[in-house]
């Protein structure tokens, strides 16, 4: 399986991170411009309110809209943290490290959270769901600090190893290495990616992590209630941490900045990967260079056709997400009903696991398969459709098919799920049901550049405009182009892009000409 990552920024969109395998786009993320609130971050909370009959508190971490912490999320040694960040506040602890700070007992499993937390404290509490539809950010004080190969736990002494690592010997000596090496008062998670990785590289990871949670108690020392304390890496970062392996060919950047973070980042955590990240120099939008465009077109409506003829219609709640399964212009004689269904069945299973990691679905979704009546076949469904889901990163649990042929999946879900609009406007009315006159099109084009030139006294337009008004624009010996050029005294450069309707334009100076009237 060859994997390649192709990374797109823009000003206006943030950076968007598209994932592939052998060319086909399996996970699709963006980051925002200014991307607060990210699952990792770590914020100064104070207690607003304390809700005994939900056993939670909500949080001010400085969003719109309170942030909510459940007291199974406070984590066992909620009352240590609590103690370090009142020392570390009043100046009376000195240490980075917890190897001084005498920790608390547990909190009882089954307590109250108002017998630990009250309205007003300040608590250090991290992002564990980025604010979804209409609610804020959902929080945990379990403090963890994520690296390539562990995973910090403060106030612990656990060592734990990836369920994955399945070799008995290889799980103890990965224990004995980190068990020699971690500081005291910390605990530490072993990931699936350090099997078969000597000491250098797994004391190199957590020193890197100390030296963050070090960094996160000098700001504790002045932060201020629902300021941001650490934040996680960006989202292109994190993703190269948890999923570069030796199967990447190809990492494509088009952003200079980001190419260098990047090239960094990956010569630091695998230094013979540094060779695959490439700055793409091309004038054509990345995405549409390698038909990445055209994918997230035919993957994000509500209707999806498979190979076969079969498709499926995929319909959001706010409740869970449906999907329901239909064999199309596909037939078969009653002879052949069985395997046929089956055969559908698992092609379409196969899109479901994409589609699952595409648009980051979570929560409750609901499958309708084809109804199959051998229970031999169910059970073949199952299994199929596990080993399809195998590289979800996601936590996800998948129910065996009911007697109606329903099957239920729960999905973690930590961000908001990913949305295309992939209907394009009427390029006739825009919409609105009223046409502009085409005729005035290009007057609108020439008033608004004549402004930008001689009244904001721009520099090196680039004209972005729909495919056949580029024709139009640049075609003829004396093209309308060529009649600017003598108007104006200015040369504009003229690009075509495929996403804008007909009647769309838009002016670009390195970013988007804002018109000032």
């Not at 004689?333 to 089956?342: I, V, Y």
């Not at 051998?374 to 889901?389: F, I, V």
């Not at 209907?423 to 825009?430: D, I, L, Q, R, S």
Request: aromatic share 8%; net charge positive.
């Amino acid at each position: 399986m060859v994997k390649e990552l192709i990374i797109d920024s823009t000003p206006e969109k943030g950076v968007t991170i598209a994932l592939l395998q052998d060319k086909q786009l399996v996970e699709l993320n963006k980051e925002p411009a200014n991307n607060n609130y990210a699952v990792g971050d770590i914020y100064l909370g104070r207690i607003k309110k304390i809700m005994p009959g939900l056993n939670a508190a909500f949080v001010d971490v400085g969003y719109s809209k309170d942030a909510f912490l459940h007291y199974l999320d406070l984590g066992p040694q909620v009352q240590s943290l609590i103690k370090l960040t009142k020392v570390v506040k009043n100046g009376s602890y000195k240490e980075k490290l917890l190897d001084s700070l005498k920790l608390e007992k547990d909190i009882n499993k089954a307590g109250k959270i108002s017998e630990v937390l009250s309205r007003n404290m300040l608590l250090p509490v991290q992002i564990a769901k980025e604010p979804i539809s209409t609610k804020g950010p959902r929080l945990s004080s379990d403090l963890s600090i994520a690296g390539r190969y562990v995973v910090l736990v403060p106030f612990s002494s656990a060592v734990s190893i990836s369920k994955r690592i399945k070799g008995n010997a290889e799980r103890s000596r990965l224990k004995k290495i980190v068990e020699s090496i971690k500081p005291a008062n910390f605990g530490v998670i072993i990931r699936t990616v350090s099997e078969g990785k000597g000491v250098a590289e797994l004391q190199k990871d957590l020193l890197d992590l100390i030296s963050k949670w070090e960094v996160f108690t000098s700001r504790l020392r002045s932060a201020e209630p629902t300021q941001k304390v650490l934040g996680e890496m960006d989202r292109t970062s994190t993703i190269l941490r948890d999923i570069l392996t030796d199967e990447f060919s190809h990492i494509y950047v088009n952003d200079q900045a980001i190419f260098d973070e990047t090239r960094s980042y990956v010569q630091e955590i695998s230094p013979d990967l540094e060779k695959i990240v490439k700055l793409y120099k091309h004038k054509e939008p990345i995405f549409e260079h390698f038909g990445i465009e055209r994918q997230i077109k035919a993957a994000f409506g509500k209707t999806v056709n498979l190979h076969g003829g079969a498709y499926l219609v995929i319909e959001h709640t706010e409740a869970l997400h449906v999907i329901d399964v239909n064999s199309g212009n596909r037939t078969a004689n009653k002879d052949t009903q069985e395997e046929n269904a089956l055969q559908v069945n698992k092609e379409a299973a196969k899109e479901i696991a994409r589609q699952l990691r595409l648009r980051d679905m979570g929560g409750i979704v609901v499958i309708d398969f084809i109804d199959m009546h051998k229970p031999a076949s169910r059970k073949e469904l199952h299994t199929y459709l596990k080993q399809c889901m195998a590289n979800d990163r996601a936590r996800h649990t998948i129910l065996p098919p009911s007697k109606f042929g329903l099957v239920q999946i729960t999905r973690q879900r930590v961000r908001p799920e990913m949305t295309i609009v992939t209907n394009e406007k009427c390029p006739a009315c825009g919409g609105t049901g009223e046409i502009r006159s085409s005729i005035v099109l290009m007057d609108d084009i020439e008033n608004n550049l004549s402004f930008i030139l001689q009244e904001q006294n721009e520099r090196s337009i680039t004209l972005c405009v729909h495919p056949y008004i580029y024709a139009y624009v640049k075609s003829g010996i004396i093209s309308r182009r060529l009649k600017w050029f003598f108007k104006f005294g200015r040369w504009i450069r003229v690009k075509p892009v495929s996403s804008y309707y007909l009647t769309e334009f838009h002016f670009f100076n390195g970013k988007e000409v804002e018109i000032k009237l």
